[in-house]
T-cell receptor
Framework: KQEVTQIPAALSVPEGENLVLNCSFTDSAIYNLQWFRQDPGKGLTSLLLIQSSQREQTSGRLNASLDKSSGRSTLYIAASQPGDSATYLCAVDSGNTPLVFGKGTRLSVIA | GAVVSQHPSRVICKSGTSVKIECRSLDFQATTMFWYRQFPKQSLMLMATSNEGSKATYEQGVEKDKFLINHASLTLSTLTVTSAHPEDSSFYIC????????????FGPGTRLTVT
């Protein structure tokens, strides 16, 4: 059974810092891994999707990496801004089963 | 953790027919329910946000007349795919939240819709 863990559960950083969010999963047989952002009271917003054959994806200040063999992914946020404050979730797609989500990292970027 | 169910888990329908999918929060009252769609090997995409007793808010590009959402009670939301076409074949997932108590969303197991 796939399990996804995110560390840390919460993170507070000053504006401008670069930061890394971690995600690990127990079963390396995945199709893809996705990173989402959740703002309070809102639905999930998809940030990046990494296919199992890829090692990283970039979008603006965000860079997500995937090391399937070790069951790890990181989300790197460069030059953080207060608007980046949200909960970040990673989710693993193993094929015919629903996405398995981590519990998220709650990020606060302090101006 | 909180439990969210979806029914049916799989449905096959003919093109032109309508299909209703139910999402229930089994052990808590959900003030807000979200409907997502996931095409094979693609990202989960938010379709609409549904608050109990009010009209759903649809994301850009989602046809509200085609995807009818009803959230009549604090434990039940329904998504009806009207006049379904093969391109509507997808995995539909709901989530439920009791905002005010926490910001956590609880996901249903999903419904796989195949339109022939």
């Amino acid at each position: 059974k796939q399990e996804v863990t995110q560390i840390p559960a919460a993170l507070s950083v000053p504006e401008g810092e670069n930061l890394v969010l971690n995600c690990s999963f127990t079963d390396s047989a995945i199709y893809n891994l996705q990173w989402f952002r959740q703002d309070p009271g809102k639905g999930l917003t998809s940030l990046l999707l990494i296919q199992s054959s890829q090692r990283e994806q970039t979008s603006g200040r965000l860079n997500a990496s995937l090391d399937k063999s070790s069951g790890r992914s990181t989300l790197y946020i460069a030059a953080s801004q207060p608007g980046d404050s949200a909960t970040y979730l990673c989710a693993v797609d193993s094929g015919n089963t629903p996405l398995v989500f981590g519990k998220g990292t709650r990020l606060s970027v302090i101006a | 953790g909180a439990v969210v169910s979806q029914h049916p888990s799989r449905v096959i329908c003919k093109s032109g027919t309508s299909v209703k999918i139910e999402c229930r929060s089994l052990d808590f009252q959900a003030t807000t329910m979200f409907w997502y769609r996931q095409f094979p090997k693609q990202s989960l995409m938010l379709m609409a946000t549904s608050n109990e007793g009010s009209k759903a808010t649809y994301e850009q590009g989602v046809e509200k007349d085609k995807f009818l959402i009803n959230h009549a009670s604090l434990t039940l939301s329904t998504l009806t795919v009207t006049s379904a076409h093969p391109e509507d074949s997808s995995f539909y997932i709901c989530s439920a939240a009791a905002f005010g108590q926490s910001y956590e969303q609880y996901f249903g197991p999903g419904t796989r819709l195949t339109v022939t």
